[in-house]
């Protein structure tokens, strides 16, 4: 088998050749109708469904009736494309079109991100990946189970495991439906349904394994995707085509701009303008009830002035609609007035240094902003190192040296995308501070046009002063526009465009595809199999599996179809909730034989239950929800970091509890040894079947 | 299944590595990122270090830290007789 594992392994970098080359074939191809005038609507459209049929192709390729394939994909994925794999698995919409506007936006607070998604792997590689490889099941509530004995510790896993999986894939799915509604015209709602057909036919027939497979393409995708773009920015603006390298020059002079902005008097002008309109808000607010009717005659007055001097349209429609558009009552008032206070008291402080580590006012700021900078690295990091449709992808592995090779190769692909996105989020800040800031409104670059006419939350640039001369306080950005737009702000085809769209989509399906497996596995393995019907058939068992991916790709898409609100919340949020929950009883379990049934039981409850109970208590939408009481946050900690607590809490209780309760049986220390060692001479034998 | 002296060596060794390992990484985690403020003061090719760090450097220690992880635990596993035969 050792040969044909070779030949096999050679027969894959052969395919993905073929595939890649092919790739850029179309692409190219592409590029040439578009000079012959194919318009950008087909082009979008070409590359919604050209990728879809792609992974289609290989999903229907892959299809399997076997359980280890449909679960693990037959064990046999080589280390680097399990790495590819893990890469694509694992960078989601979020990763591919949120994180560079994340870091354009909050600058260095933003690499807090950065660093916790790559640095988990750390952990992934030495306290886990090789000793779930070894212990070879099929699910991490499967480790669970085996190694705490019982139903209760797995059906626990099962429900942490949906927890978690599910708050994220609803996340991606949405992800899905903004890109192709973007691209493509379509409704968000049936752009929400599109990508579930696309996700679905990458796993529905084949699992694990078509998923493994097609997630290899999507990666090859969304890398190139996203390199071409920022390489083409990086010559614009340094003439190297290595971003990464050259980047801290651009920064430099980022950070001279951002100072030159600072002290400039028609940007001072122009925040001053907004600090007047906050506190003009303030003080409405502060005269209600009696400045509701007071306005409210200003408003419809001003109306009348204008129809009687014969304005000209534009202002008389701005006037009816701020007639229109007045609160019904002091109660609207006052919610609008404070909505418009925050929004102009937002825009009244000078720019936001990029390269400086944790700015503040003053001391305990900054004290606040680098507690929570460590907070979200930690938890980032250990909820990297408990999602359970991660830690899967290392059951897939020949072996247990190929899961720690694996491993590398995982981090070293995403490392690639990971260090491209903070040069980025810098050339573009360099390229609106020095090409857009300055100029005259009449000379606006052509895709800062384009954009605002897409959509005016992701780009808003409005002459504050009425100096016809655009300030940076002036614009409004919001952080997805920095990859959407890159493309367009370096100057390339709208053939680049669309790949970039190609890209996120891969990323999200990609993502997608792995957590909906972990929802319908932990479903129809853990929960169908190993606790309801022992003795299900095979044939039965993929067919339930089936039926069940079916069934919670659904009830996904629906819920995303709701559009429930602040979803990079709930993404930050399923990483602290897997870092409570898993982390501390997967890592004693393989670390430390005593560490007990009661003590895992405990362990889990109280460590996601601290979690829980802190964001209930300080997350204001949650407060909203559960009807909680609000708690002041402990330390200044925010909500998404809950985990901070959680996994110490988590890790303590584990410890505690065992010692007070028996220890193991001599099965299950046995078990810790078979999972130490990659092979042992009259070892037991654990492995899935 | 009796565990002989050489399994214990080699579980004791892959414990201190792990041990080293995640010192390292706890360095160029949390010590380089309590330290921002200061190490932001050194500059190096345009970036200030903590900046480049965040962005890059640490990054790199993790990548080397896995990989370095992985030849390690191979020279061991063949050492103290725990390698995989070849897969069935």
């Not at chain 1, 449909?70 to 694992?90: E, H, I, K, L, S």
């Not at chain 1, 460590?607 to 997350?619: A, D, K, P, Q, R």
């Not at chain 2, 200030?48 to 061991?76: C, D, E, H, T």
Request: with cysteine; proline share 5%; glycine share 8%.
């Amino acid at each position: 088998m050792a040969t044909s594992q070779k030949s096999f392994t050679q027969q894959l970098k052969k395919y993905y050749t073929f595939y890649t080359g092919g790739f850029v074939l179309f692409v190219t191809l592409l590029a040439i109708a578009e000079q012959m005038g194919l318009s950008t609507k087909w082009i979008g459209y070409t590359f919604l469904v050209f990728t879809i049929l792609l992974y289609a192709g290989i999903g229907i390729m892959s299809r399997t009736v076997e359980v280890a394939e449909y679960y693990v994909a037959g064990r046999r994925v080589p280390a680097f494309f399990n790495g590819m794999a893990t890469g694509a698995d694992w960078m989601s919409a979020a990763s591919f079109i949120g994180m560079a506007g994340t870091l354009y936006l909050t600058g260095f607070q933003g690499l807090s991100f950065i660093m916790g998604w790559t640095g988990g792997y750390v952990l992934v590689a030495l306290l886990l990946a090789p000793y779930l490889r070894k212990f070879g099941q099929f699910t991490i509530p499967d480790f669970l189970g085996a190694r705490y004995g019982g139903n209760i510790v797995r059906s626990f896993g099962v429900m942490a495991a949906i927890l978690c999986s599910f708050t994220y894939v609803v996340a991606q799915i949405y992800g899905v439906g903004v890109i192709t509604s973007r691209f493509t015209g379509l409704e968000f709602g049936i752009g929400v349904f599109v990508g579930l057909a696309g996700i679905l036919v990458c796993s529905f027939l084949g699992g694990m394994r078509a998923v493994t497979w097609t997630q290899v393409a999507q990666y090859i995708i969304l890398i190139v995707a996203y390199m071409i773009p920022v390489v083409w920015l990086s010559v614009k603006h340094t003439g190297v085509p290595i971003p990464q390298a050259v980047y801290g020059g651009v920064l430099e002079r980022l950070t001279e701009r951002e100072k030159q902005l600072t002290s400039d008097p028609k940007e001072q002008e122009v925040r001053k303008i907004f600090a007047d309109r906050a506190k003009a808000a303030d003080d409405k607010i502060k005269g209600l009830p009696a400045t509701y009717q007071v306005e409210k005659d200003a408003v419809t007055k001003k109306l009348e002035d204008l129809r009687a001097a014969n304005a000209p349209k534009a202002d008389l429609d701005a006037a009816e609609a701020a007639v229109k558009g007045f609160p019904a009552s002091p109660d609207a008032a006052k919610a609008k007035w404070t909505a418009d206070k925050g929004a102009a008291a937002g825009r009244t402080g000078p720019p936001l240094p990029h390269a400086t580590p944790y700015p503040g006012k003053d001391e305990k700021a900054r004290d606040t902003s680098r507690l929570n900078f460590l907070g979200v690295v930690f938890c980032m990091m250990f909820g990297t190192a408990a999602l359970p449709h991660i830690l899967m992808r290392y059951y897939t592995t020949p072996s247990v040296q190929e899961a720690r090779v694996s491993v590398f190769w995982s981090l070293f692909f995403i490392f690639l995308l990971y260090f491209t996105a903070p040069a980025l989020a810098v050339l573009a800040k360099f390229d609106v501070y020095t090409l857009v800031v300055g100029t005259k409104f009449s000379e606006l670059p052509a895709w800062v046009n384009a954009w605002q006419a897409v959509d005016r939350t992701l780009l808003n640039i409005t002459d504050i002063n009425k100096d016809g001369i655009v300030q940076l306080a002036e614009i409004v950005i919001g952080g997805d526009i920095i990859v959407l737009a890159t493309p367009e702000i370096a100057g390339l085809p709208y053939v680049i465009s669309g790949l970039v769209a190609a890209g996120g989509l891969a990323a999200a399906l990609s993502t997608a595809d792995g957590l909906l497996l972990t929802i319908a596995n932990a479903l129809s393995h853990d929960l169908y199999y190993k606790m309801i019907n022992p003795n299900a058939s095979p044939t039965m068992r993929i067919t339930v599996a089936k039926a069940l991916l079916l069934v919670v790709a659904v009830i996904a898409a629906y819920v995303t179809s709701l559009k429930p609100g602040n979803i990079l919340f709930l993404v930050g949020a399923a990483f602290s909730m897997a870092a409570s929950a898993f982390f501390p009883a997967l890592v004693m379990g393989i670390f430390w034989k005593r560490a007990s049934k009661w003590g895992a039981i405990a362990g889990i409850i109280a460590g996601l239950g601290v979690c829980l109970y802190y964001m209930v208590h300080t997350y204001p939408t949650f407060i909203q929800w559960f009807g909680t009481t609000p708690i002041t946050k402990w330390f200044g900690l925010d909500p998404i970091s809950a985990g901070v607590f959680g996994v110490p809490v988590g890790i303590l209780t584990i410890w505690i509890v065992s010692l007070l309760t028996p220890a193991p049986s001599k099965d299950v220390q046995e078990l810790v040894d078979h999972v130490r060692y990659p092979s042992l001479t009259g070892d037991i034998d654990t492995k899935g079947t | 299944m009796q565990l002989t002296q050489t399994h214990i060596d080699y579980w004791q060794k892959n414990l201190r590595l792990t041990a080293v390992l995640l010192a390292i990484w706890f360095v160029a985690t949390f010590v380089m990122a309590w330290f921002a403020i200061p190490l932001a003061e050194i500059k190096i090719f345009g970036w200030p270090l903590s900046f480049y760090m965040a962005a890059q450097g640490s990054l790199i220690i993790y990548v080397a830290i896995i990989g370095y992880y992985a030849i390690a635990m191979r020279k061991n596993d063949l050492e103290h007789g725990v390698q995989e035969g070849e897969e069935d």
